[in-house]
């Protein structure tokens, strides 16, 4: 069965702290994604990655960095947490083969609160 | 740039009801169309999708008819369940090799089915 795990389901942060938010997937997929999930808003996309070491900003990039070293594992860094980025993460994947399905593989995300 | 706006929401219905959720779509070129459905406490999964015009996406009772005309996909079901009360989004995708799979989504809509 095709699995995306998110290190923690809830973290409580204080604001300026360094917050990390791993992701491993175990499908051997090219792309990874981190999205954020807020009422009334949606999923905007933070970040993707389409390769080791490859990425590229999306929509809301700002106060954000990433990370992957391996192909299974995607991080999402929060330099210094504020409390605007009090938020529901969404780690997601999917395949590189054509044509693109478009069905991402999605993680039970995690809640971040910042103080 | 490329957009999805949904229905507001929530939406509270009674068991046997019938279920319209509406989606709208702004996008350059030709994208395919997604619903993706959040259970409580879970990530998102594939709910059907739809890649050209005049495809209609189907699983588990629920529908959608991608229409270029209208550049709607609403999501329909015709009797719904307890067990489909969740949050739904409409998302879209971009085909390109330079899309990486990646999606927009719209806002989300919360659906609550009463017995």
């Known amino acids: 069965d095709v699995k995306v795990t998110q290190s923690s389901r809830y973290l409580v942060k204080r604001t300026g702290e360094k917050v990390f938010l791993e992701c491993v997937q175990d499908?051997?997929?090219?792309?990874m994604f981190w999205y954020r999930q807020d009422p009334g808003l949606g999923l905007r996309l933070i970040y993707f990655?389409?390769?080791?070491?490859?990425?590229e900003k999306g929509d809301i990039p700002e106060g954000y960095s990433v990370s992957r070293e391996k192909k299974e594992r995607f991080s999402l860094i929060l330099e210094s947490a504020s409390t605007n980025q009090t938020s529901m993460y969404l780690c997601?994947?999917?395949?590189?083969?054509?044509?693109?399905?478009?069905?991402?593989?999605f993680g039970e995300g995690s809640r971040l609160t910042v103080l | 740039g490329n957009s999805v706006t949904q229905m507001e929401g929530p939406v509270t219905l009674s068991e046997e009801a019938f279920l319209t959720i509406n989606c709208t779509y702004t996008?350059?070129?030709?994208?395919?169309l997604f619903w993706y459905v959040q259970y409580p406490g879970e990530g998102l999964q594939l709910l059907l999708k739809?890649?050209?015009?005049?495809d209609k996406g189907s699983n588990k009772g629920f529908e959608a008819t991608y229409r270029k005309e209208t550049t709607s996909f609403h999501l329909e079901k015709g009797s719904v369940q307890v067990s489909d009360s969740a949050v739904y989004f409409c998302?879209?995708?971009?085909?390109?090799?330079?899309?990486?799979?990646?999606?927009?989504f719209g806002q989300g809509t919360i659906l609550t089915v009463h017995p």
């Open positions: 997601a994947s999917t395949p590189s083969g054509r044509p693109l399905t478009g069905e991402l593989f």
């Open positions: 499908m051997d997929h090219e792309n």
């Open positions: 990655s389409y390769d080791v070491k490859m990425k």
């Open positions: 996008a350059t070129g030709y994208p395919s």
């Open positions: 739809a890649t050209k015009a005049d």
């Open positions: 998302a879209l995708g971009m085909g390109g090799g330079t899309s990486y799979g990646k999606l927009t």
